[in-house]
């Protein structure tokens, strides 16, 4: 029951400084937007780093489906290509 009793005091305090000063309010909101600016560049640096072995299989697997749709398209178009060559031809 102390610690609750200890949580309270601790928040109490902190509202009251609070309250009574504007700059301490600003000191907090600043101190989480910058834990928050802190998580999301070390999100982005998890997820974009070269060596990331998820990141890599990830992004081969986006390339060869890519590869194989780009493959796809061009052999439609060398078989069209080659149909009107060969209706010319006629």
Known sequence: MNFYY???F????LIYIIAVDKNVS????LVFKSLQIK????Y???RFHPRNPITNLIMRWK???LAQELHKELTAHESHANMKSESKMQ
Not at 10 to 13: A, L
Not at 39 to 42: A, N, P, S, Y
Request: hydrophobic fraction near 60%; proline fraction near 0%.
């Open 26 to 29: 600003d000191a907090i909101v």
């Open 39 to 42: 998580l999301e560049r070390l």
């Open 6 to 8: 200890s949580i309270l």
């Open 44 to 46: 982005w640096m998890i």
């Open 63 to 65: 390339y060869e489906k």
């Open 10 to 13: 601790v928040f109490s305090v």
